[in-house]
């Protein structure tokens, strides 16, 4: 399959169909990679939206310390 070649909504399909086997930590990275390169493209626009900046690095924290901590409780259990 030549990828340059699909459009906008066939990329969306084939990335779908790619990723509805991955695991739930896998899922998460690729939405961390999703919205690392939204973050990317933002900051080459002038007169970036510092809320909306923030908010991400914000998304991508919180999905970072739910991968860090996933099963602590069964893990690290509280005596």
Same mark, same amino acid.
């Given at each position: 399959?030549?990828?340059?070649?699909?459009?906008?909504?066939?990329?969306?399909?084939?990335?779908?169909?790619?990723?509805?086997?991955? $695991?739930?930590? @896998? !899922?998460? @990275? %690729?939405?961390? #990679? %999703?919205?690392?390169?939204? #973050?990317?493209?933002?900051?080459?626009? $002038?007169?970036?939206?510092?809320?909306?900046?923030?908010?991400?690095?914000?998304?991508?924290? !919180?999905?970072?310390?739910?991968?860090? #901590?996933?099963?602590?409780? @069964?893990?690290? $259990?509280?005596?």
């Amino acid at each position: 399959m030549n990828i340059n070649k699909l459009n906008k909504a066939d990329l969306t399909t084939q990335i779908i169909h790619e990723t509805t086997t991955l $695991p739930i930590e @896998e !899922l998460a @990275e %690729v939405l961390n #990679f %999703v919205q690392f390169l939204k #973050f990317k493209k933002a900051k080459t626009k $002038p007169y970036n939206d510092l809320h909306q900046e923030l908010k991400l690095l914000d998304d991508n924290e !919180l999905l970072h310390l739910e991968a860090e #901590f996933k099963n602590y409780k @069964e893990d690290y $259990p509280h005596e």
